[in-house]
């Protein structure tokens, strides 16, 4: 049974020959995505998914892109709006490699691109098309256009009056 966005594949299941997947989310999905990436609103989710596996060098590939459609709430205004996110995206699975492996790459400065691993066997297309959107949403999202400006609530004169060492300024004289 398939719950939350989830479409798990088993990659020693998958052949030489290229697989592509395309899902899109339902309405209960879209009620789930808008959890899991914390926005008003999930309007359509959608993904083009193409695997190509290698077994004998324990090479996985995943690409594809992602539609989002999603509501956000502007940190300046604080109005919704629409905002469309398109990521495409490619990554390379090692499904031999192990967490401590991986480790070591890690920590090696001579490491580029560190693959990453299958997990029992597994990877979940799903959860890997919610992290590409998750990766381009901005922190502070604001509609087209919207810039910050500060606007002080004090004006200079109002400043000076109220420093303390105004008063003391004109003790003094």
Request: glycine share 2%; aromatic share 10%; net charge negative.
């Amino acid at each position: 049974m398939q719950k939350n966005f989830s479409y798990p594949i088993v990659v020693d299941e998958l052949t030489r020959t290229e697989k592509k997947y395309h899902f899109k989310a339902s309405s209960k999905d879209l009620e789930y995505l808008t959890e899991v990436l914390q926005v008003p609103s999930v309007k359509s989710f959608e993904a083009e998914i193409s695997l190509k596996n290698n077994p004998k060098e324990h090479i996985l590939n995943v690409s594809g892109k992602v539609r989002a459609e999603l509501e956000l709430e502007s940190v300046i205004s604080l109005e919704h709006f629409i905002k469309v996110y398109e990521p495409e995206f490619s990554l390379v699975y090692d499904t031999a490699m192990t967490y401590k492996e991986q480790k070591a790459l890690l920590e090696d400065d001579n490491a580029t691109d560190v693959p990453d691993i299958v997990e029992n066997g597994k990877i979940d297309l799903g959860q890997i098309a919610i992290e590409q959107v998750a990766l381009v949403m901005e922190d502070y999202p604001r509609q087209e256009g919207e810039v910050f400006e500060f606007i002080s609530e004090f004006d200079e004169e109002t400043t000076k009056a109220q420093n303390p060492f105004s008063v003391l300024a004109k003790l003094k004289k």
